[in-house]
């Protein structure tokens, strides 16, 4: 049974009702009152309050939203794990948590159609299923698949593109609340425009994905002097299927993965657990011997070389990618032209050693194989993505705005879904397809249904 | 070797334990007991059944994860002697691991309470 506050004070009297339920919060209970719910990312440093947070459950009423709530912003949300304010806005936060699961494929060309809101956590045992893989996964799987498309989302590998670069056909649902099939053959400006659009040209409901045949991944991982690594980097890029170093900092090694496809059938799977305890020393280290630079790398190089272990796994592909990430951080990552990658590394690492600066979660060296999409991170050109990372309990303010200017000296270009400060005039010269983008946003989306705050400076467009 | 270096190594050799035990796990919780009693049994409706396999399984069933695990009373229960305030504002802002909303992008308040007393099998009481 459930009062209004009204009804109980009529009733009872205030002092009858207090008593009678245990006084205020009990009355509080009774009434049935609900706190304000903050929208926040991930990492928890984003955050708005939507005016609503629906989630419909299927394209038809996906399309009836869009049409019925004309005047409002929309941003469509996967996981939250957009480090970037690409989800904040007073408006409409809409989920696709409802429109989850594979839909359909096709074995004789190895494609799948899955719904948009689909975590890629969840598609890896699917497609085993029915004897198909994602050629290449990123390092964690949490993000929704339209998310991972919407920002270009990216595992290492030189002869691998992002996720987006693996979608051959997707479902749009526009501003006018149309449903349009998009590929290679249809819409295929829109396609592929959409296939990186940070949300901007509509909510895609449903994305179909070239895929290969089911197959099986050894992991090795070891430390080196870092050094050594990125004077190897082109061997080990060319002989490794997937390949990246997170050098630690504060000190001269790296932690090396290489990950390569294996016919072997014995599985030995990944450790279990998350990177917390590790993290956790990285910490205690660089708190206890900040100010001690010298003893602070000593220490850095002995444990990671002498007393972590990095255990080798055998498995099926999408379970060795994956990494569980138990420690939460804000992230900036930029992408470099692939050959200037070691030489950026060099200079970001050193910047972090000269100037001490506050932080101790290793940065992140991948390759990715370049594609031609008009606002894909990689388009054209093959890109070494660097990434710098800050616990989320620490303030990244200071430390990614003394690490941006490095990226901007090797020509990079952030990542849509990780912290940068780029705006529309800086943005605009790295991207040779950026008008291609804004004529297709323009006329699909002309109100700007689909643009908050963030991506109108993205963009250069006024509110 | 630098006779400075060596004095650091072997600090770090006889401190490595404790160095590993004080920067410890205090971010997430510890993994939860084999011998876990069950919680009382709680039934979620087909709709919080999804939200749970799609959002609070991902770690609350996976042991690895250092979550409290669903059915794992003995875990759950110094969480729910918090009480339900501090409860659901962890819930909503994220604590430690626990990411904010708890990776459900479309919970209300009634349902996260459904949800943390189905995994505790414990009532939550204000």
Known sequence: ?463 | MDPYLRIILLACLLGAAACLGACGDHRTAGPPSAAAPPAAAAVLSPELQAVYDRSCKNCHAVPASGAPQAGDARAWAPRIAQGADILIEHTFSGYKSMPPLGACMDCNEKQYRALIEFMSGAPLNN
């Open chain 1, 1 to 463: 049974m459930q009062f209004s506050r009204r009804e109980l004070i009529g009733t009872f009297g205030l002092a009858g009702a207090l008593s009678a339920f245990g006084g205020l919060p009990g009355l509080l209970r009774a009434a049935d009152r609900e706190r304000i719910v903050v929208w926040r990312n991930w990492s928890g440093g984003q955050s708005c309050i939507p005016a609503d947070r629906p989630a419909p459950a299927n394209e038809e009423e996906l399309a009836a939203l869009i049409r019925s709530s004309a005047g409002r912003v929309i941003r469509p949300v996967g996981s939250g794990h957009s480090f970037s304010p690409l989800v904040p806005t007073e408006g409409t936060i809409v989920s696709l948590a409802k429109m989850s699961g594979l839909i359909s494929h096709d074995n004789a060309n190895l494609q799948a159609e899955f719904w948009a809101g689909t975590p890629v956590s969840q598609m890896g045992r699917p497609l085993k299923e029915i004897g198909q893989a994602l050629p290449n996964m990123a390092d964690i799987d949490y993000q929704t698949l339209a998310g991972a498309i919407a920002t270009s989302t990216h595992g290492t590998g030189a002869k691998y593109g992002s996720y987006s670069s693996q979608v051959v056909g997707l479902r749009l649902v526009t501003a006018a609340g149309e449903i349009l099939d998009c590929d290679a053959h249809g819409h295929p400006e829109i396609f592929n425009a959409a296939r990186v659009s940070l949300g901007a040209l509509g909510i895609v409901s449903r994305v179909r994905l070239q895929n290969r045949n089911a197959f099986r991944l050894r992991s090795k991982n070891w430390v080196q002097d870092t050094e050594e690594l990125l004077e190897d980097m082109p061997r080990l890029i060319r002989e490794n299927d997937h390949f990246e170093i997170n050098s630690l900092l504060h000190s001269d090694v790296s932690v090396a993965t290489a990950l390569n496809e294996t016919q072997e059938t014995k599985t030995k799977p990944k450790e279990g657990g998350g990177d917390a305890d590790k993290v956790n020393m990285l910490e205690g280290v660089h708190t206890r011997y900040r100010n001690s630079p010298r003893i602070q790398a000593t220490l850095l190089n002995f444990i990671a070389r002498h007393l972590v272990s990095f255990p080798d796994a055998v498995d099926d592909s999408y379970k060795v990618f994956a990494n569980v990430r138990d420690v939460r951080f804000n992230e900036m990552e930029y992408e470099v032209p692939a050959e200037a990658g070691p030489a950026c590394l060099r200079e970001v690492l050193k910047k972090i050693r000269d100037q001490n600066l506050n932080s101790f979660i290793p940065t992140e060296f991948r390759y990715v194989k370049g594609d031609d999409i008009p606002l894909s991170m990689f388009q054209g050109r093959d890109t070494c993505a660097i990434s710098v990372h800050q616990y989320y309990d620490l303030d990244y303010h200071n430390f990614f705005a003394q690490i941006e200017p490095i990226f901007w000296k090797y020509d990079g270009r952030p990542h849509w879904g990780k912290l940068h400060t780029l705006n529309a005039r800086l943005l605009a010269p790295l991207y040779p397809k950026w008008k291609d983008f804004l004529a297709v946003r323009e006329a699909l989306d002309p109100g700007g249904r689909f643009l908050n705050a963030h991506l109108r400076s993205v963009f250069g467009l006024r509110g």
